[in-house]
């Protein structure tokens, strides 16, 4: 039998139909958690992302009322938000980054795939893993550190959480995106989530850090997301904290716009100087 | 092996492995970068609270390079052996002449030593931003108080070292293991204000005296020989104990035909 003689499959969907760029998205973005993300198993997420938290927000809870005034809560909502940048910011820089370092980026790359969709479709288990890592800190927040939140504001704490992942996440993405042209893409996730930790508020009101500080943190995702929860955690509603949503919203839309261009031109540049494998 | 030909080689094996973390970016992180977030974020907010808590910025700045200290401690022992394991040198070194025990002590002060200049940044930074005076009650008493540190902090990376490797995802178990000992070793809260029955666990830590080592010594009102001397206690503990795990794990893999596998 010569290859010639072998029957060719048609293709099942037109690679620019909207079905196809949403299989893209879906299952490109599941299948992405389950390979890319070294994370995603039990011997490396229980003590990553569900033992870290936790001993995170403890700590800080711990050197924060002794250090302060303010109480162990105050803490806790900071760090119970923040821990979710270890999900969306090393997630995603490992979603987009270990294509490379698994060696399938020059096959995502040859594919006429949808850019847009394969890009988009990343970010969906990456904010759903942060929004369940920081609703596990929260509820150790409660449990242990006096966090209380009313009923009526649940609904408002979570959209500015929901914003707040999704922002970070579009940060990681960038970070992704950086990645491929590094050797070490997680030094600068290391680096973005330690930056959060400083800048925006986790620990220290942003009032209190120097002013030059205080525009880092503005620039960065987390701290008005991180505010509007904090807000809504005392009771505000969705007329007071909205803004502030809106802008954390924004900001991460920025960053995934950002990170996309910035993925889009790596490609053309790797195909244009042929270092798609070069690490 | 002769006395001079073990310190020969546990000295080079040190070195070596200096040399090696410092081309690392994580261990660069871990060891010069991360304590000077920490101080920062540390300097703030004791600067927040108004003094209420009574500690002076180089209370601070040992807290913090001592934090960076442990990182560099638990992820560069947890990781030592399945390095070697990754690298395929597993096998050489432990069927090389020299005893397997003497190389990863040397491994184990390697990043601990390198774990140490994380101490010297953050006093650095600490001067510079801070304007944080560098002052030592016990100035004769410090460099004994650093070597006892240095000492058991070393001894307690190998027996990470042993027991780490029993468990496949050594990162992760460092990721699990960074915060719980900064908070119950004292290292910026002090271990007074932490629950009773934490503290047996803090006192069998190295972090604990080391850290009470080095603060007795420049802040302290008396020099601190009960903490220098618990350093070298625990460490000939620590010692003891990796070496028994050693063996264990060596004689299991060996009879297992498992030493190079992942």
Redesign the interface.
């Known amino acids: 039998m010569t290859a010639t003689a072998l029957p060719v499959a048609a293709p099942r969907a037109d690679p620019a139909s909207l079905r196809a760029a949403w299989r893209v998205f879906w299952n490109g973005g599941r299948m992405s958690y389950g390979m890319l993300f070294n994370?995603a198993r039990p011997?490396?997420y229980i003590?990553?992302l569900i033992?870290?938290p936790t001993?995170?927000l403890?700590?800080f809870a711990?050197?924060?009322s002794?250090?302060?005034?303010r109480s162990p809560a105050y803490f806790a909502i900071g760090n119970a938000v923040q821990v979710s940048a270890l999900a969306g910011v090393f997630g995603m820089t490992m979603a987009i980054a270990n294509e490379r370092w698994f060696g399938t980026l020059p096959a995502i790359l040859a594919t006429p795939a949808n850019r847009v969709a394969l890009f988009a479709g990343r970010f969906l288990p990456f904010v759903a893993n942060g929004l369940f890592v920081s609703l596990y800190a929260f509820g150790v927040g409660v449990v242990f550190l006096g966090v209380r939140l009313e009923p009526s504001s649940l609904a408002v704490v979570g959209a500015a959480l929901l914003a707040t992942v999704f922002s970070c996440t579009a940060i990681g993405a960038l970070q992704g995106a950086i990645s491929l042209r590094l050797?070490?893409g997680?030094?600068g996730a290391?680096?973005i989530t330690?930056?959060i930790?400083?800048f925006c508020g986790v620990?220290?009101?942003l009032a209190?850090?120097p002013a030059w500080m205080q525009v880092v943190g503005n620039l960065l995702p987390f701290t008005h997301g991180l505010e509007a929860v904090r807000q809504a955690a005392d009771g505000a509603g969705f007329g007071q904290v909205g803004g502030l949503i809106g802008i954390e919203v924004l900001i991460g839309v920025a960053y995934a716009t950002a990170a996309f261009f910035l993925f889009s031109y790596l490609e053309r540049s790797a195909r244009q100087n042929a270092t798609l494998d070069v690490r | 092996m002769s006395a001079s030909r073990v310190i020969r080689l546990v000295w080079f094996v040190t070195w070596f492995n200096v040399r090696m973390l410092l081309a690392?970016?994580?261990f660069i992180?871990t060891t010069f970068?991360?304590p000077l977030?920490f101080a920062?974020?540390?300097f703030?907010?004791?600067?927040?609270?108004g003094g209420?808590?009574g500690?002076t910025l180089l209370y601070v700045a040992l807290g913090a390079g001592m934090m960076g200290v442990w990182s560099t401690t638990l992820f560069g022992c947890g990781g030592a052996i399945a390095w070697q394991r990754w690298e395929g040198t597993l096998e050489l070194l432990v069927s090389a002449p020299s005893r397997y025990d003497f190389i990863l002590v040397g491994q184990t002060f390697g990043a601990v030593v390198l774990g140490f200049y994380g101490i010297v940044a953050t006093l650095a930074w600490g001067v510079l931003l801070f304007g944080m005076p560098i002052e030592a009650t016990f100035p004769l008493v410090l460099p004994l108080s650093l070597l006892a540190a240095i000492v058991s902090l070393g001894s307690l990376g190998m027996l990470i070292a042993t027991t780490f490797v029993l468990?496949?995802?050594a990162n992760?178990?460092g990721?699990?293991l960074?915060?719980?000992i900064?908070?119950i070793t004292g290292l910026?809260?002090?271990i007074s204000?932490?629950p009773l029955w934490i503290k047996p666990i803090s006192y069998l830590l190295a972090p604990t005296w080391g850290m009470e080592a080095i603060r007795g010594a420049t802040i302290g009102a008396e020099p601190p020989l009960l903490a220098i001397a618990m350093c070298f206690i625990l460490a000939c503990a620590y010692y003891v104990a990796a070496r028994y795990t050693l063996v264990f794990v060596l004689d299991k893999a060996r009879r297992d035909a498992t030493l190079a596998l992942q």
Not at chain 2, 44 to 49: E, P, Y
């Open positions: 994370w011997s490396i003590p990553t033992g870290g001993f995170q403890l700590f711990a050197l924060g002794y250090a302060t005034d050797r070490d997680l030094f290391n680096l330690m930056a930790l400083l620990n220290i009101p209190e850090l | 690392s970016e994580f992180l970068i991360s977030i920062t974020l540390a703030f907010l004791f600067q927040s609270g209420t808590a500690q468990y496949r995802h992760a178990l990721n699990l960074e915060y719980p900064w908070l910026l809260v002090p204000v932490l």
